[in-house]
């Protein structure tokens, strides 16, 4: 059974930064990529990050890119986001996700491909 736990949510003020953490257990963490996903209310969940397994390729959606950095640490089994100059449309639950498949080489942006998710941790940006 995988697990993902995230942390590092929080309340912030418009500017300001954050680092979100993903740690997994259950798995072979460095076979698999990972992503970061959020929910704001009434809207749904959509993509935000990805790193690809071995950690040498990343993508972003277009609304973070230059303000977010996804990054892993295998020999922690964490995965991470810094979020730098955060907005308040950012306010949602962010959620990291596991990949289905192991040594994926496609870059995986879709929910659907992903097959474990953490239970969200909440970030909340004030103007």
């Known amino acids: 059974q995988v697990q993902l736990v995230e942390s590092g949510g929080g309340l912030v003020q418009a500017g300001g930064s954050l680092r979100l953490s993903c740690t997994a257990s259950g798995r072979t963490f460095s076979s698999y990529t990972m992503g970061w996903f959020r929910q704001a209310p009434g809207k749904e969940r959509e993509f935000v990050a990805v790193?690809?397994?071995?950690?040498?390729?990343?993508s972003y959606a277009d609304s973070v890119k230059g303000r977010f950095t996804i990054s892993r640490d295998n020999a922690k089994n964490t995965v991470y986001l810094q979020m730098n100059s955060l907005k308040p449309e950012y306010t949602a639950v962010y959620y990291c996700a596991v990949d289905t498949v192991p040594f994926n080489i496609v870059v995986v942006t879709r929910l659907s491909r992903y097959g474990y998710w953490g239970q969200g941790t909440q970030v909340t940006v004030s103007s």
């Open positions: 790193i690809m397994w071995s950690g040498g390729s990343t």
